[in-house]
């Protein structure tokens, strides 16, 4: 069955430093898309970072980065310099090929810290 | 002007009332879901419409009866809910389905609070 996990359910990060959030999948496929969701308190959940499986190269948007390890089937999350405005749910999707799928996982709860 | 609207944002019912939510995108998109989001819970998926027709029903009970006229417009009809139905339930649109997954976009949901 298709999988994603998420570990941590709440993680804290001093202002400015760096923080990685784990998520790990499971799956038979070999060609599939990751992502990763923000969900600001009380605000739309919107897309930070996508990863293709077939591209080696990790994704990068900004402050935000993954690190994807293929064979592990794991997908972390990066947040280089975090702001107070970082601070939401994070949650780890990923879309089942073939179908409208998308399985998430149960969110990590940043918190930023002045 | 958000992509995804969703309206009421909250709505306060009783287990013998009938009410329901409404959603609209404004992205063209042809894929339209319901989610349901609880507590320390994975995402629920509860509906998918692809260019209106439903192509998931991921065993939802009868007490929760979709609808979509129209690829821009979705509806959640909610009738004798349970308290446990309590939860946020998100709206979703994306361009892309079937081989290559595409984006999701949300609107900002619809707190339901069933008595």
């Known amino acids: 069955a298709q999988t994603v996990t998420q570990s941590q359910p709440e993680m804290s990060v001093q202002e400015a430093e760096t923080v990685t959030l784990s998520c790990t999948y499971d799956?038979?496929?070999?060609?599939?898309?990751l992502f990763w969701y923000k969900q600001p308190p009380s605000r739309q959940m919107i897309l930070v970072i996508r990863?293709?499986?077939?591209?080696?190269q990790n994704a990068t948007e900004n402050r935000f980065s993954v690190n994807f390890q293929k064979a592990a089937k794991s997908f972390s999350l990066k947040i280089s310099d975090s702001q107070l405005g970082d601070a939401a749910m994070y949650f780890c999707?990923?879309?089942?090929?073939?179908?409208?799928?998308?399985?998430f996982g149960t969110g990590t709860r940043l918190k930023v810290l002045a | 002007e958000t992509g995804v609207t969703q309206t009421p944002r909250h709505l306060v019912m009783g287990m013998t009332n009938k009410k329901s939510l409404k959603c609209e995108q404004h992205?063209?998109?042809?894929?339209m879901y319901w989610y349901k989001q609880s507590a320390k819970k994975p995402l629920e998926l509860m509906f998918v419409?692809?260019?209106?027709?439903?192509?998931e029903n991921n065993s939802v009970p009868s007490r929760f009866s979709p609808e979509c006229p129209n690829s821009s417009h979705l509806f959640l009809h909610l009738h004798t809910l349970q308290p446990e139905d309590s939860a946020l339930y998100l709206c979703?649109?994306?361009?892309?389905?079937?081989?290559?997954?595409?984006?999701?976009?949300f609107g900002e949901g619809s707190r339901l609070t069933v008595l």
């Open positions: 979703a649109s994306s361009q892309r389905g079937g081989r290559i997954a595409g984006e999701l976009f």
């Open positions: 999707a990923y879309p089942t090929s073939g179908t409208y799928k998308y399985i």
């Open positions: 992205l063209g998109h042809n894929a």
């Open positions: 990863q293709e499986a077939y591209k080696q």
């Open positions: 799956t038979s496929e070999s060609d599939y898309y």
């Open positions: 419409y692809n260019f209106k027709e439903q192509t």
